[in-house]
C-alpha cells in the first residue's frame, strides 16, 4: 500500500504547481498543467520541454533534460585527481552544468557513440546510453502532442545563438530555484526566495573562477553545507516577470487565506505530475523507471528531514 503524501509535501507541491503555472488562481488545472500531466516527469522538466517550443529549440533541451535525469555520468576509476580535474576543464562552461551537459552528449554522438571515446574521457557509456534512450522517449511523448501545443503558445523568432535559447527556457522554468550572488567577492550564493545560503557543488562544469550573478539549479544537496547541483547561468531579466507572483504570497485555497508566508516553502519537495497512460509495452519504459527512482529519492529525503 502506498502511503499518502504529508501535508506539508502536499501542500509544497501545489504552492509550486501554482507557480508554474499548471494550477490556476483557484486551484484549478490549467492549460499547461493539462500539458504537464502528460510527461512522465517532474513537471519542472516537463515546462522545459513545453517552452522549448516556444524558444525554437527542443532538440537541444530534450538533450538536457535527458542527461540531467541519468545517475552517475562519470566513471573515473583510479584515474589520478589532475586527470580528473583535467577531463572536467575539457567540458567546463561558463554557463554552467546544463550546457555542459548538452555538449558531452552532443560530442558523444559526433564520436558515433563511441565507448572508447567515452571512455577516454571518464564517461559511464551505461548512462549515456540510459540518456539516449529517454531523449528518444521524451521526443516521441514532446511529438505527440506539440500541434496541440503549439496552437496556443506565442512562438518567438528562431535564435542565431541556440545555447542562448536553451538557457531562457532554463530560467523561465526553474525561476522558483533562482540564486544570486551579493557581490562579486563572495564564493556563496543566496536563493532568490528565503535567500538562504547556497554553494556550488564540487563536481560542478561551471567554468572555474567564474561565477555568474544568477543563477537557477536542479537541486539541493545536504552534506557539510548546502550545495546546489547542476546548475544554469541565467540573466536577471528573464527572471524579473516572474518575480511579482513569487512575492504575492500564498494563495487562500492553499493556506485558508493565509498569505503571510510568501513563497517560504517554494525549495521544498514537489510531489510530480505524473503521466497516467501506461508504457507501450510489457517492458517498463525507461521514463517509467526514472519517475519511480525520483519519487523514491524524494519519499527517502523526506524522512530524513522528519528524523
Excluded at 98 to 108: A, G, K, T, V
Excluded at 184 to 203: D, I, Q, R, T
Amino acid at each position: 500500500m502506498i502511503d499518502a503524501p504529508d501535508e506539508n509535501q502536499l501542500r509544497d507541491a501545489m504552492l509550486r504547481l501554482y507557480y508554474l503555472g499548471a494550477l490556476g488562481d483557484e486551484g484549478q488545472m490549467t492549460e499547461i498543467g493539462t500539458h504537464l500531466a502528460r510527461f512522465p516527469l517532474d513537471p519542472v522538466i516537463s515546462l522545459m520541454l513545453l517552452k522549448s517550443i516556444e524558444y525554437k529549440c527542443e532538440e537541444g533541451i530534450l538533450t538536457i533534460a535527458a542527461m540531467i535525469s541519468v545517475e552517475s555520468l562519470w566513471a573515473f576509476g583510479n584515474r589520478s585527481r589532475d586527470d580528473v580535474d583535467y577531463i572536467l576543464t575539457q567540458f567546463s562552461s561558463r554557463y554552467g552544468d546544463f550546457i555542459s551537459l548538452l555538449c558531452i552528449y552532443d560530442r558523444w554522438m559526433s564520436h558515433n557513440e563511441s565507448k572508447k571515446w567515452a571512455e577516454n574521457y571518464g564517461l559511464n557509456i551505461r548512462s549515456l546510453k540510459l540518456a539516449k534512450r529517454i531523449r528518444k522517449q521524451l521526443d516521441q511523448i514532446l511529438r505527440a502532442h506539440v500541434s496541440s501545443i503549439r496552437g496556443n503558445m506565442i512562438i518567438y523568432e528562431s535564435s542565431s545563438d541556440d545555447i542562448s535559447a536553451c538557457r531562457r527556457v532554463v530560467a523561465d522554468s526553474m525561476f522558483t530555484q533562482t540564486a544570486f550572488r551579493g557581490h562579486s567577492n563572495c564564493n556563496f550564493y543566496k536563493s532568490l526566495v528565503g535567500e538562504e545560503l547556497l554553494y556550488v557543488h564540487p563536481s560542478s562544469l561551471l567554468l572555474k573562477n567564474h561565477m555568474p550573478k544568477w543563477v537557477v539549479f536542479n537541486e539541493i544537496v545536504m552534506t557539510s553545507r548546502p550545495y546546489m547541483r547542476n546548475i544554469c547561468a541565467v540573466e536577471l531579466d528573464w527572471i524579473r516577470p516572474h518575480i511579482s507572483k513569487l512575492n504575492a504570497g500564498v494563495p487562500e485555497w492553499i493556506d485558508g487565506g493565509d498569505s503571510t508566508n510568501g513563497a517560504a516553502s517554494i525549495g521544498q519537495d514537489l510531489v510530480p505530475i505524473v503521466s497516467k497512460v501506461p508504457p507501450s509495452s510489457k517492458k517498463r519504459s525507461d521514463i517509467e523507471a526514472l519517475r519511480i527512482r525520483y519519487e523514491s529519492r524524494k519519499q527517502k529525503k523526506s524522512k530524513r528531514v522528519k528524523e
